[in-house]
């Protein structure tokens, strides 16, 4: 069973353009966690989504930051008109669900976004 | 809301010793599980060690162990007999055990130890 992939791992953008990361669960798992890791920091949730559902975007800014994971195919992040400051690494995690068990977010290995 | 803090940046440590990490966290709910994170320079974030909060026992993993005290809200990493693969950033983490709607809740992140082995 592969793990969570995500893809790039390294993203090089100049300011204004767009940014897409995607994030493959682990088969089985329906539910997806994106966080953002700026340097020197520890991890910021910033969305929780279920097949075709937000389920939690409190941690998204307003603005620029959409995220959607449909039936098929990887969960997106979507960075639209990058500023130097999304430069972070993201990183996703995916679980499955099952009610009233504990459920483990299973990582991915990160994207690396750098915005000239 | 609930937050997480490691007050050490940095701890060093003599291969084959013993290192205590800090965290402290705060929260106004009685259940959640709390964690501890490996990221090596590979930047992977590796499941270390986790404790539910309702089990009294202090969980233990191989060579690592936690002392959690919950009513101080503390939940200390021990790592036995140091090794150089130990080396990474260490976070400790909090995600609730409330289920909203089928939400199983985020994990919330300290800002970590930066653990160096010295050989």
């Known amino acids: ?116 | 809301a609930q937050t997480v803090t490691q007050s050490q940046p940095e701890m060093s440590v003599q291969e084959a010793e013993t290192v205590t990490l800090s965290c402290t966290y705060d929260t106004s709910e009685s259940d959640y599980y709390l964690f501890w994170y490996k990221q090596p320079p590979s930047r992977q974030m590796i499941l270390v060690i986790r404790q539910e909060a309702y089990k009294q026992q202090n969980a233990t993993e191989n060579r690592f162990s936690v002392n959690f005290q919950k009513a101080a809200k503390s939940f200390s990493l021990k790592i036995s007999d140091s090794q150089l693969g130990d080396a990474a950033m260490y976070f400790c983490a909090y995600r609730s055990a409330m289920n909203y709607g089928g939400s199983q809740g985020n994990l919330i992140f300290g800002k970590g130890t930066k653990l160096s082995v010295k050989p």
Request: hydrophobic letters at 35%; charged letters at 25%; aromatic letters at 12%.
């Open chain 1, 1 to 116: 069973n592969a793990g969570v992939m995500q893809n790039p791992r390294h993203l090089v953008r100049r300011r204004g353009q767009e940014a897409r990361l995607r994030c493959s669960p682990m088969k089985g798992h329906s539910h997806v966690y994106w966080y953002r890791q700026l340097p020197e920091e520890g991890l910021k949730f910033m969305v929780y989504l279920q097949k075709e559902n937000i389920i939690d975007e409190s941690g998204m800014p307003k603005e620029r930051f959409s995220a959607e994971f449909p039936k098929e195919g990887p969960s997106i992040l979507r960075i639209q008109q990058v500023v130097r400051g999304d430069s972070a690494a993201y990183f996703c995690a995916s679980s499955p669900f099952t009610w009233g068990r504990y459920n483990e977010q299973f990582f991915g290995p990160g994207t690396r976004l750098t915005v000239l």
